[in-house]
């Protein structure tokens, strides 16, 4: 905790108050105290947490590269994002914009994060597969689905399930 306090207290005396935002990821390979000692540290010192980092677990995974050190990210990673989003959510007591990230490949994927909490989505690993079209599909996909449940904006669904 005290590394923690240390440096976003030092990053935040660095910035002008105008500077820009402030955004922490995390890793997803955490203990329910560190979740909350990182909510609770992040309260008024960074603009948004960004959930989750690569894992540096290894679920059953298919690839001969599978033994490899190093972070793993794309779907490997998704379901323990979603849980790590939830998580933080409830930590956070919505306090602060959560950005989830983390084997996110579909409208699907991303509205089961944004219904957990997130309020942004990032994209990286199917981007690289699916291009940027991705994109485009991913927002049409949530409008759909949105609409579908009776939300009228992304900010009427963020954190639903976790209520």
């Known amino acids: 905790e005290g590394a923690l306090a240390e440096l976003l207290s030092a990053v935040r005396a660095a910035l002008p108050p105008s500077g820009p935002p402030v955004f922490l990821k995390v890793a997803p390979d955490l203990e329910p105290a560190d979740i909350e000692a990182i909510a609770r540290l992040s309260m008024g010192q960074v ?3 960004i959930i989750s ?26 379901a323990l994002a979603q849980q790590r989003m939830a998580d933080f959510a409830r930590a956070t007591g919505g306090g602060l914009p959560l950005i989830g990230v983390g084997g996110i490949a579909s409208a699907e994927d991303a509205y089961a994060r944004i219904r957990a909490g997130a309020s942004l989505i ?23 689905l949105l609409r579908r449940d009776g939300f009228t904006s992304i900010t009427d669904a963020v954190g639903v399930d976790i209520r």
Request: charged fraction near 15%; proline fraction near 10%.
């Open 47 to 49: 603009d948004a947490l």
């Open 53 to 78: 980092n690569t894992t540096i677990s290894r679920p059953p995974l298919q690839s001969p590269h599978a033994g490899e050190t190093g972070g793993l990210s794309g779907a490997p990673l998704k």
């Open 122 to 144: 990032q994209l990286y690993s199917a981007l690289v597969y699916e291009g940027p079209g991705l994109v485009r599909r991913i927002n049409r996909g949530l409008a759909a």
